[in-house]
């Protein structure tokens, strides 16, 4: 039925009217049809299984022992002297001595490095007069040390100590080349983290893909000391005959890794 104010309008205008009306009406349902529609499809593709954004992440841990296969430590000479000429005479004797005595026992150049050649003056104070006196000079020179044969360990330091090594540093066991026993236990930890991968995804139903991710930590052991003091070498006469038996013992290195698979 037609309103008051439309009972007087002429009938084509009434017409258009109604068709405009009609189309603006289909365009809005329209519209929301496909919002509803493009909400719905990325709804959808969110829950979608198999995304490449699905993924199983594992980890792994693999553990080898290894027996240290070097020894290391230093071998001071500490000199006192009125001069420099005496001081540098008669501590260069001694260590050319013990590095001659070292590579006597197949210790190899490259495994024997100098360190240290410190030089200094020595003053005495006067309290009479306070002034500081020249007394002397003091050198001393170090030199570091690779054992390869440990079972030498205590004969070599025993034997540097009777050449004239004074100071001997501390005694440690480290591992000469890491990098292959690294392999070793990373290999296990992987095989450990990727059987752990197919176990769950069989549970779920899925398949492995391609590992999208990879993480490690390597826990190699730093080298351990030992003490070795002067006197275990030279201590008395039955330690000169009997250098101490020393034992490396053993290091264990520990290589943990984190892996993440695609879904397929």
């Known amino acids: 039925m037609d309103t008051p104010c439309c009972q007087n309008m002429p009938s084509s205008l009434k017409l258009w009217i109604a068709i405009f009306l009609a189309i603006s009406l289909g365009a809005f349902g329209l519209n929301q049809l496909f919002q509803a529609g493009v909400s719905f499809n990325n709804f959808a593709h969110w829950q979608k299984p198999g995304s490449t954004n699905d993924t199983i992440a594992v980890s792994g841990e693999g553990k ?101 090594a004074n100071q001997v540093g501390q005694l440690t066991f480290a591992i000469d080349d890491p990098e292959a026993f690294q392999q070793k236990a990373r290999l296990e930890a992987i095989g450990k983290a990727r059987t752990k991968a197919e176990a769950m995804a069989k549970a779920a139903g899925v398949h492995l893909g391609k590992v999208r991710a990879f993480s490690e930590n390597v826990n190699s052991p730093s080298p351990y000391p030992m003490m070795y003091a002067r006197d275990m070498a030279v201590g008395g006469a039955e330690m000169k005959s009997a250098p101490a038996q020393i034992e490396a013992g053993s290091q264990e290195i520990v290589v943990n890794v984190s892996l993440s698979f695609e879904i397929e």
Not at 87 to 103: C, F, G, P, R, S
Not at 112 to 121: A, D, E, H, K, W
Not at 143 to 159: M, P, Q, S
């Open 64 to 164: 080898v022992v290894a027996i240290p296969d070097i020894g290391l430590t230093s071998l001071s000479v500490e000199s006192r002297a009125k001069t420099i000429v005496q001081v540098q005479t008669d501590n260069t004797q001694k260590m050319n001595e013990i590095i001659a005595y070292l590579k006597s026992q197949d210790i190899e150049k490259k495994d024997i490095r100098t360190t240290q050649y410190n030089l200094y003056p020595i003053y005495n104070y006067e309290r009479d007069s306070g002034k500081q006196i020249l007394d002397g000079y003091q050198l001393t020179q170090t030199v570091e040390v690779k054992i390869r044969n440990l079972d030498k360990v205590g004969t070599i330091l025993a034997g540097a100590i009777e050449k004239g």
